[in-house]
């Protein structure tokens, strides 16, 4: 099955909108546009680059505008047009939306993932990474099937820098502050859906398939 729908997913940290993006990519054919991917894919490639943001993905800050921007217009610019596909983690600030509205990166739903932040601490403490391949785990939702070893390359698992408590708590206190004039727009333009993250990933995988 594919499709050619447009989707952005609004959530915070720890809400479940990579692992559901990941669930829906293979399913229904779509390209997945994650920032933090696009981030650490550019790390490896280019060692100025790494310099220039590795301070702003560990201490949970936002990278600057102008930098997510280019990557994920330059992205997008190499999907053919009746492509679908599923922003997660873009647009982040009003800046970026923007930007978005201003090149023509048009979306067919947004959906919101509602979250508590007592949820997205305990979520969050329990992910883990694999650096050679990128791919992320948790011991709540999504367990590696091998022990503490990724499950495509049986490479030891970490925990990210940014899931650190005290980052954590920084990264719902940015989220918040930054997320509602964005919603805002969305639901203005009548394409928004509110989702409860706090459900298991599959009862929100079915709610979201409603609109596919």
């Known amino acids: 099955m594919k499709s050619n729908k447009k989707i952005l997913f609004i959530g915070a940290p720890g809400s479940g909108k990579g692992t559901i993006s990941k669930i829906l990519v293979e399913k229904y054919k779509l ?26 993905l560990s201490s949970g800050s936002y990278v600057p505008d102008e930098i997510t921007n280019k990557l994920v217009a330059d992205f997008i610019k190499k999907i053919p047009k009746n492509q679908g596909y599923i922003l997660d983690g873009y647009p982040r600030t009003l800046q970026q939306l923007e930007f978005m509205i201003k090149n023509g990166i048009n979306l067919d739903c947004v959906f919101y993932l509602k979250i508590k932040n007592e949820t997205i601490i305990s979520r969050l403490s329990q992910r883990l990474f694999c650096q050679k391949c990128q791919k992320s785990y948790n011991l709540l939702l999504a367990k590696p099937k091998n022990g503490l070893k990724c499950d495509l390359d049986n490479t030891d698992l970490i925990t990210r820098n940014d899931d650190r408590p005290e980052i954590i708590t920084h990264r719902i206190e940015k989220f918040n502050n930054s997320v509602i004039p964005i919603v805002e727009f969305f639901k203005k333009s009548g394409i928004i859906y509110y989702l409860d993250a ?12 409603k609109w596919l």
């Open 198 to 209: 706090e459900q298991t990933l599959e009862e929100t995988v079915i709610e979201i398939e």
């Open 31 to 56: 390209v997945h546009i994650s920032t933090g991917d696009l981030f650490r894919k550019k790390i490896s490639e280019d060692s100025r680059f790494a310099a220039q943001i590795q301070n702003y």
